[in-house]
């Protein structure tokens, strides 16, 4: 079974450009989670899905970013404008939310982004 | 959500077994415990799972105590291949899913 998936691996971008991220979650997966490191911090929480319905996005940290699910499928992470602080690791991770392992995350390996 | 404490990095030897402490003195009545593994350049990888006493599965235990203040994840016999970061968690995970709050994290290295 394919794990979650995130496109693209890598990008590099201009301040003031627009980028949209990808992730497609495990089949079947209610729950995408959108996190991401900027250099030399922790690993912060963005926003959570629940299929299409955003459950919690109190992690988002201004409204350049924008983070769509159509469909409950794959979804979308928009930052526009980006700015320099913007620049970092951006991890999906999909979960059941239900099952012998309560909310077991799989992550993706990430985009890294750099804004320049 | 709980914070968590855990040692910045700890070393060991190929064979040892491995203890990692975390700390969460704030735990509340519906908090489970998690633990992830990351490697460079690699998403968090789930490891284990666990409310109270034991845990144990084909990777790692998890212990337990009974006032939940604390918990150590368990590594039998570490090769070089387990060097990575492990991150201590806790949040009520019930409902669908819960916010997944990652702190500094225990960075490992095991040596030959």
């Known amino acids: 079974e394919a794990g979650v998936t995130q496109f693209p691996s890598h990008s590099v971008i201009e301040k003031g450009q627009t980028v949209t991220l990808r992730c497609d979650p495990i089949s079947g997966h209610d729950n995408l989670y959108w996190y991401r490191r900027v250099m030399g911090k922790e690993i912060k929480f963005l926003l959570h899905?629940?299929?299409?319905?955003?459950?919690?996005e109190s992690g988002m940290p201004n409204n350049r970013f924008l983070a769509e699910r159509t469909g409950g499928t794959y979804s979308t992470l928009k930052v526009q404008p980006a700015e320099l602080e913007d620049s970092g690791v951006y991890f999906c991770?999909?979960?059941?939310?239900?099952?012998?392992?309560?909310?077991?995350?799989?992550f993706g390996p990430g985009t890294r982004l750099t804004v320049l | 959500l709980a914070k968590t404490t855990q040692p910045i990095s700890m070393d060991s030897y190929e064979g040892q077994e491995v203890n990692i402490t975390c700390s969460h003195n704030n735990i509340a009545t519906n908090d489970y415990i998690t633990w992830y593994q990351q490697f460079p350049s690699q998403g968090p990888r789930f490891i284990i799972q666990?409310?109270?006493t034991k845990v144990t599965n084909e990777v790692a235990s998890l212990f337990i105590p009974a006032d939940r203040k604390s918990s150590t994840l368990s590594l039998p016999r570490v090769s070089l291949s387990d060097t990575a970061v492990y991150y201590c968690?806790?949040?009520?995970?019930?409902?669908?899913?819960?916010?997944?709050?990652f702190g500094a994290g225990t960075r490992l290295f095991v040596k030959a």
């Open positions: 666990g409310y109270k």
């Open positions: 991770a999909s979960s059941q939310g239900w099952g012998p392992s309560y909310n077991e995350q799989f």
């Open positions: 968690l806790v949040g009520d995970p019930r409902g669908g899913g819960f916010k997944t709050i």
């Open positions: 899905f629940v299929k299409e319905s955003k459950q919690d």
